[in-house]
Every structure is written in C-alpha cells, then in structure tokens.
C-alpha cells in the first residue's frame, strides 16, 4: 500500500463527506445520527483551517482513505493549549494502517503549532481499534462517562484518553502572558 500523509484539499471534500457519512450511518465513532451534506463538511473544515487547526488525510494510490484533524478541546481560553482529535478511516482501509499512520503525523502538527495537550472522546468504550491506536500513540485512558448516547439501539460510552504535547505542562503556554481575565 502506497500511503502518503498530506494536509488536506478542496477537493477532498467529497471523500471525508463519504468517510463521515459511513461512520455516522454504521458506525459508534461519532454520536452524529444523520450525516452533514458536503457543504457542511466543507464549512466545517474551513472553521477548522481559519482558526490555526491542522486538517490531514492519508492518500493511498491516489484516493484518499481517511483524515484526522484537531480542533478546540473547549471554547473558553484557558483550554486554548489544548486540542482534541478526530479520526476517520473508510471502510475499505481499516486495518491497513491508515489510523497508525494519520494520528501521529496529527499529533506532530499539534505540537509545532505549540499545542500541549490532546484529548480523544472515544466513542463507545467497545471501539477495541480506536483505544488501542490511541495508546499505542502515548495516549491514557484517563475516564469513562457511561452511557451518555444512545445510538443504534444501545447506549453508549464515550471514553476519554488524553496525551501530553511537547513540553505538556513543564512550561506556560506561549499565550499565558496576553491572557485576559
């Protein structure tokens, strides 16, 4: 398999739009029960790209087979530092790599942005491949909240794994002086 890493494109957009819209429709990764039209995927990575977010897929043989990006763990500042990932592999690829080789070129980006903490909200505490990619990554399982969706006729966990960026909390943030209160 011939998989390249790359920050994301325009026209891409159709290939994540399908991506997301298998995960949401047969999928536990995401608690999304219908999926967003391209317009809306393209929006939001747009919001994503505006605000300083990296945005990349894995191209394998020239289609691309999954994307991972990072966005705002939280609105307010003070969580500013941190960033909470997102990960979708098509179906045709899962078990290839494709998720080994996408998170830890997203965590690379996150720190040179200057990023110190990501958080993964996992998605049913049954996702075995996602947990496990997770940790194999440096990730920590560090809660589960039980129970708080209810897709595909079941209730679902979400599994909360965090991972230390760069110096982590050895040092301010470069922002920690400008911060108003």
């Known amino acids: 398999m011939n998989l ?3 920050p994301s ?16 429709l047969h999928g536990t990764a995401s608690f999304k029960l219908t999926p967003p039209s391209e317009d809306e995927m393209t929006r939001r ?16 043989d020239g289609a691309v087979a999954g994307y991972a ?4 763990y939280r ?4 969580y500013r ?18 998720g080994a080789a996408l998170l830890p070129a997203l965590i690379a980006a996150c720190e040179q942005l200057d990023f110190r903490t ?14 496990g990619l997770h940790r194999r990554c440096g990730f920590r399982e560090v809660g589960i909240l039980e129970g708080v969706g209810y897709k595909h006729g079941r209730w679902l966990d979400s599994v909360l794994m965090q991972r230390r960026l760069g110096p982590g909390m050895g ?7 400008s911060m108003t209160r």
């Open 118 to 131: 990501m958080i993964a909200v996992i998605g049913d505490s049954n996702s075995a491949g996602s947990i």
């Open 171 to 177: 040092a301010p943030p470069p922002w920690h002086e």
């Open 45 to 60: 990575r747009a919001v994503l790209l505006d605000s300083g977010y990296p945005f990349l897929v894995a191209e394998c």
């Open 81 to 98: 530092s941190t960033v909470e990932d997102s990960i979708y592999v098509a179906r045709e690829a899962r078990r290839q790599g494709v």
């Open 9 to 24: 494109r325009d026209d891409d957009l159709p290939a994540v739009t399908a991506i997301y819209a298998d995960a949401v």
């Open 4 to 6: 390249t890493i790359r």
């Open 69 to 72: 990006y990072a966005g705002a």
């Open 75 to 78: 609105s307010r500042p003070a």
